[in-house]
């Protein structure tokens, strides 16, 4: 089996795995849930680095850690969680709190989102960054996560 497949396999594994968790943060904070997977997936290399393995970490984020030398055997600027909801809900936190949020919060399009998390300082190389989480939601089909029809109250 190429390795390419594998991957795809992985991702898919992944989507599979974190899409619910996904589509409750949209519940709760509004952000699509397409954007906080297709994010995931790309800082964490869908669930496959240390950051995501071993310390609940899926979107690179800093903070303080006090076990990352008893983890890893060196320092970490990254910061660890106690679950991957934690992880997750973080990410939304930090979201929530930027200056395009209250003129998002309402608009399900993917792409402006992705814009302004990568124009807001997120991402290193944005445009890069940008390109892959996008790509994510393309090829992956994940802005299908994004419908109404997700929503608990609705069923």
């Known amino acids: ?8 396999s992985n991702i898919e594994s ?6 619910g968790l996904a589509i409750d943060m949209m519940h709760l904070y509004n952000i699509p849930a397409s954007v906080t ?7 964490s ?8 393995r071993k310390f609940h970490n899926h979107f690179g984020m800093t903070g303080k850690n006090n076990n990352a030398v008893k983890k ?3 320092r970490s600027r990254y910061k660890e969680y106690d679950s991957d909801t934690a992880s997750f809900q973080h990410f ?22 992705v814009a302004a998390i990568g124009k807001s300082g997120y991402a290193n190389s944005a445009s890069h960054w940008k390109k ?13 996560l994004d419908v109404a029809d997700n929503d608990p109250l609705n069923k």
């Open 132 to 144: 892959k989480v996008l790509s994510a939601i393309v090829r992956h089909n994940l802005y299908t």
């Open 14 to 19: 992944y989507i599979d795995k974190y899409k």
């Open 45 to 52: 290399g869908a669930g496959s680095s240390v950051l995501g």
């Open 72 to 74: 890893l055997g060196y």
């Open 37 to 43: 997977l297709s994010i995931a997936i790309v800082e």
């Open 92 to 113: 939304c936190e930090v979201i929530a709190r930027k200056t395009f949020y209250p003129i998002l919060i309402d608009n399900p399009d993917y792409k402006s989102w």
């Open 1 to 8: 089996m190429p390795s390419f497949s594998r991957g795809q």
